[in-house]
């Protein structure tokens, strides 16, 4: 178990809809990272926080959007879906900005239908 | 941005061999970790080492930062150690933003 807890495991969804994959971190860390991982794209690094602050922006759409709370979980919200946005969905958290040894979750698996 | 390149892609190896995966990056890091996913899709972190040799049981892995490649070493293959495996490198990009940049991975087969 690596600490970081990503919730749900499973999601199935429709063509237009609009999703929310949350995730917490290990306690204490301070960075959140998301990646899609997709069959032809390999694991693609989306977005970054480090204590509620966006810190670095990847190949992210401009359909989704994420954020950091107070409490330091991050949600990422996926919108207007397409069948090309099914993927699985990882959450990584590290204690500090840069560096430092990252920890995934277990994914969040999308399917598109 | 940073280029990681991992050899061979597959790999299918007989219960009881040895291997070597290799991972070559094209700028400096501060960070190199080496994965496994699972069939069920789970990443496990194998290695944190952006320098040096570490060894954890029948894995070990050296990074040779000034020539920008790494090595994960499996021996005694098991058919659980069947999986993909991920090399990752953190560095900032031009724009000063720090990312973790993944390879490509390297599919292993274990055959009883």
């Known amino acids: 178990d690596s600490g970081v807890t990503q919730t749900p495991k499973h999601l199935i969804t429709a063509t237009g809809q609009r999703v929310t994959l949350r995730c917490s971190p290990r306690?204490?860390?301070?960075?959140v990272y998301w990646y899609q991982q997709s069959l032809d794209q390999g694991l693609q690094f989306l977005i970054q926080?480090?204590?509620?602050?966006?810190?670095a922006k990847g190949n992210i759409l401009e359909r989704f959007s994420a954020q950091q709370f107070p409490d330091l979980h991050s949600e990422l919200n996926l919108s207007s879906l397409e069948l090309g946005d099914s993927a699985l969905y990882f959450c990584?958290?590290?204690?500090?900005?840069?560096?430092?040894?990252?920890?995934f979750g277990q994914g969040t698996r999308l399917t598109v239908v | 941005g940073i280029q990681v390149e991992q050899s061979p892609p597959d790999l299918i190896l007989q219960e009881g061999a040895n291997s070597t995966l290799r991972c070559n990056f094209s700028d400096s890091v501060n960070n190199l970790q080496w994965f496994h996913q699972n069939p069920w899709g789970q990443l496990i972190n194998l290695f944190y080492i952006p320098s040096g040799t570490k060894q954890n049981g029948r894995l070990s892995a050296t990074t040779v930062a000034t020539e920008r490649y790494s090595l994960l070493y499996i021996s005694s293959s098991q058919t659980t150690d069947s999986g993909v495996y991920f090399c990752?490198?953190?560095?900032?990009?031009?724009?000063?933003?720090?990312?973790?940049?993944f390879g490509k991975g390297t599919k292993l087969s274990v055959i009883p």
């Open positions: 990584a958290s590290s204690a500090d900005r840069a560096g430092d040894e990252a920890f």
């Open positions: 926080y480090y204590n509620g602050e966006e810190r």
């Open positions: 306690s204490g860390d301070l960075s």
């Open positions: 990752a490198v953190g560095a900032y990009s031009g724009a000063g933003s720090y990312q973790l940049t």
